[in-house]
């Protein structure tokens, strides 16, 4: 045969060798159960055929738009009792649905240029307007409001991704999802309990150290009469364990504690399970970063013999007096088993969310469906394939063998595309691997009948497979590109199995125009090359 | 061996059998979608994809009961709880699904939990307060030998513990389908000792969770509104290509096509009571890129004879085109056919669904190509002629307005070895 055509072979045979190491990658030893394994490391299976947990959350941004706000209020009431400018009241009116925004009513009018100059000096993610009667209103500028929401889903995905390592998941995906809906979306293969995971997940671990400014009281309308009917504008209603409660009486208490926080979560440098070395009880020992433990010296040096509250998830964990200054080290004790305190630890350690997490969809395979799934695609697949196979050969002949070996270097150069972009196979994508071979078959049926076509009107072999070839080409480009075209947009619109399943559409129509083209061609070629003059092509 | 070796059907004289078929089965799926609206308020059933709710896939040690299964989890006041036998009916397994008002976004697997609970029954407590082993994850077996240590194995143990429980885990999921009935089942798995230690913390329920899928209302809406989004997008792509590649008409008639052939399939799973999902969904987008497939050969086929046959009227040359790729298409829709057939008859529960479109929209696809996309055409021509306009569709141009015609210059879509 002549040179031309042996380069093509080889080429071939090249392209081969190349997407079946895409298949295996590098096996450790080549006997059947090492191949297999290697196999499995490159080809990764989708949830749905491997068991496991499929979650979307949403970040709960106003939460963090709340702390933000809190803490502005807080500073804007410090700055203006130091500037000396009164107020009558100063309030967040609709916490629900505009956390940032803050109303202060009864700035004197001579005051109003220092009240502007608080804000834009001190507050200059805010901007202020006035309102009727001497009132304000402060609410955060658009830009900065969007950049914190962003910012809290992005901390949310850190935090989680945190958690997530921590406890060991293999091959955990965490990623933002959808547009513009503070979502995320996890995928935990090989979890089939997932209530254990989304409660480390969700739980906010928001840890803040404040004063405590009154309490226990029995109930919450005992703690109002003692300040005689009115809450305190800087203070707020918090429960906790009733210390007082005999060990294992679940009495609840009511605190009065500041808003204001002397140490928040941000400070922590690391937690550890412990035990109490007095009662032997379980407890988190943490450790401050340097600049959290020069605050809460300042703090603690500032209040000795007022009474602190150690608050997580705005519930009271305990309660103690301030003796001396603390530097940098404390402890959380109150109710733990050694499993909850081991899980708290972690939470600490891996940062507090910013914000709540609400679940918006759940969906868990069991391992034992993902394994009947796979076979049951399997077998399908090769069902299919054996049929479309042997009917080939029946219909055409010895050109069914050009068919067949076309089909299948597809399917190899379909499952090495995977291999080699670590794309996932989901259910759909078997199934798209099934019609792949369908619908590639297609290719060759139309150059098949346009070769025995032409054969019938009389021109010599190879002029009829040249003018097969040429003539099927365009349909064949227009077909492919019209379902890539499909199945990009199912990519972009689908979600897990779906994606799957347009991967495999693409790579298969991919591999085919390849294979159709190029590699039955170089067949038909080497066939014709060995042909006698006038001898017939069996197709 | 040859079929349809020459062939001279006149497709286009029988259109009014066609259009009266297509008809007669499109009338029937809008009949069978607007009584469903009707009474439901969906026109076609909705997976849990796109209603919201929650389903428990469950499968069972011995033959279940729905309606006792059904009246446990109503005694915990789920009301509005469904259950049906599930799949093939040797494998025992039971779908219980909750409308979307148990299933609210702040709790989202209060139902689940729910469902779980009325299962076990009075399992745990009557028990002993031993856990259940069917319904146990390998962490949790781990975690229990860790503590009890029947190996003796002392401080290494973590490791093979947790490989313990997970191969426990793997034997009943892999092998067993995710139930055992007894502990003798793990005898050749583990060892005894520890077959004996399970005894004491754990008993066997009859039952055990293969799937789970919980949709809250939010995401449901955002599906939807993806689903719609991207056919719509789908459509609009085919449009776009057809028209640069053939004539505007040409992308018309295929969308009118593919049009008829996704209200003929979505109105057989109305009628069939069948639901759709996102699955079901991606069938659709890839039985319309079938069709339209099958639409462009026949396309390709008349524009190259139109070239040919230039003295002819577009009637015959279409009719000859078609017959032209008879063989093609019959074989093409066959093979393909076989091999959706396979996934439906063996590929699982699972794809039921999808592969059903499938088999559908390949069928009507096909038979669309020919019934419905190439009578647009030559019924477009013929209505222009009737206007004493000039017939668009001949010769091919690919200049903008209707009137430029290419001359003699060479097609651009030179054939290429």
Known sequence: MNKNLAWKLVVIVAILLLFVGGILGIPKDWSGAGLLASMKSQIHLGLDLRGGTHLILQVQVNDAVNVDSDNAMARLKEDM??????????????????????????????????????????????????????????????????DLKNRAVAQAIETIRNRIDLLGVSEPVIQEHGLGQYQILVQLPGVDDPARVKDIMQSTAMLEIKQSLGGPYPSEQAALQDKGGVLPPDAMLLSGRNPRAAQGDEGEAWYLISRASAITGRDLRGAEPGRSADTNQPRVNFVLTGEGGRKFYNFTSQHVGDSLAVVLDNKVMEVATIREPIKDQGEISGGFTEESAKDLALTLRSGALPAGIKYLEERTVGPSLGADSIRDGVRAAIIGMVAVLFFMLFYYHWAGVNADVALLLNLVILLGFMGFFGAVLTLPGIAGVILTVGMGVDSNVLIFERIREELRNGKTPSSAVEQGFGHAWITIVDTHVTTIVSAAILFIFGTGPVKGFATTLVFGLAANLFTAVFVSRVIFDWVLSRKQRGEALSI | MEFFKNSNIDFLGKKWYFLAFSLFFSVAGLVSMGHRWASTGEPVPLGVDFRGGTLVYVKYSHTP???????????????????????????????????????????????????????????????????????????????????????????????????????????????????????DELRGTVDPAVTASLQDGFYLSDFGVRNVEIVGPQVGQQLRKQAILATLYSLAGMLIYLALRFEWIYGVAAVLTVFHDTLITVGAFSLLDREISLTVIAAILTLIGYSNNDTIVVFDRIRENIKLLRRENLADIVNKSINQTLSRTILTAGLTFLTV????????????????????????????????????????????????????????????????????AQPKEKVKA
Do not use: C
């Open chain 2, 65 to 183: 009961d729905p309606a006792a299964v059904h009246s446990e989890i109503e005694r915990l006041g789920l009301k509005n709880a469904r259950v049906q036998r599930y799949g093939e009916s040797g494998n025992n397994e039971v779908l219980i699904s909750l409308d979307i008002q148990e299933t609210s976004e702040q709790a989202l697997d209060k139902g689940k939990t729910q469902i779980i609970d009325a299962l076990e029954g009075a399992g745990s407590s009557a028990h002993g307060g031993k856990q259940d082993l069917n319904n146990a994850s390998s962490l949790t077996l781990a975690r229990y030998l860790l503590e009890h240590d029947p190996l003796h194995l002392g401080v290494d143990a973590n490791a093979r513990y947790t490989a313990i429980g997970q191969s426990i885990v793997d034997y009943r999921d892999k092998t067993k389908g995710g139930v055992l009935s007894s502990l």
């Open chain 2, 341 to 408: 057939l396979a996934l439906f008859l063996f590929g699982g529960e699972v794809l039921r669904g999808f592969s059903l479109a499938l088999v559908i929209g390949i069928l009507i696809g096909t038979y669309s190509s020919i019934a419905i996309a190439a009578p647009i055409l030559v019924a477009y021509q013929e209505w222009r002629t009737g206007r004493g306009q000039r017939p668009i569709a001949m010769p091919v141009r690919t200049g903008v307005g209707p009137n430029q015609v290419k001359g003699s």
């Open chain 1, 81 to 146: 009792r130091t500037r000396k400018i009164g107020y009558a009241d100063i309030t967040k009116p609709d916490v629900a649905n505009r956390p940032d925004l803050i109303v202060v009513k009864g700035i004197p009018p001579d005051k109003r240029g220092d009240f502007q100059s608080i804000v834009s000096d001190r507050l200059p993610e805010y901007e202020t307007t006035s309102g009727a009667e001497n009132s304000w209103t402060v609410s955060m500028k658009p830009q900065n409001l969007a």
